[in-house]
């Protein structure tokens, strides 16, 4: 591998970590409200699952990463564990 292929390659998987970094603080972000969401839903009572809601949301986001050029079926895999979690979570608080 030549200096300047190193040097490309350093410079890409630079601005992969940099990415990387900002979707665990943007996940971190995303949880903080869910967690709200979560007590709120406790302390009304509320299922910890809103199957139209995630419904609506996986058709927004599916739209949104075909417009991003990103695979709209891995866009769907990625929310649907992300959902999986958050209904844990809500799980969590209700007790």
């Not at 992969?16 to 869910?34: G, M, P, Q, S, V």
């Not at 299922?47 to 139209?52: F, I, K, L, Q």
């Amino acid at each position: 591998m030549t200096d300047t292929t190193r040097a490309e390659l350093e410079e890409i998987r630079s601005s992969i970590d940099n990415i990387d970094a900002a979707l665990i603080h943007i996940l971190a972000e995303r949880f903080k409200y869910t967690q709200r969401v979560g007590r709120l839903k406790a302390e009304h009572d509320l299922p910890p699952s809103d199957p139209a809601r995630e419904e609506r949301q996986i058709t927004r986001l599916k739209g949104l990463a075909l417009e991003a050029d990103l695979d709209p079926a891995f866009a769907e895999k990625l929310l649907n564990f992300i959902i999986a979690e958050v209904i844990r979570h809500h799980e969590d608080i209700r007790g």
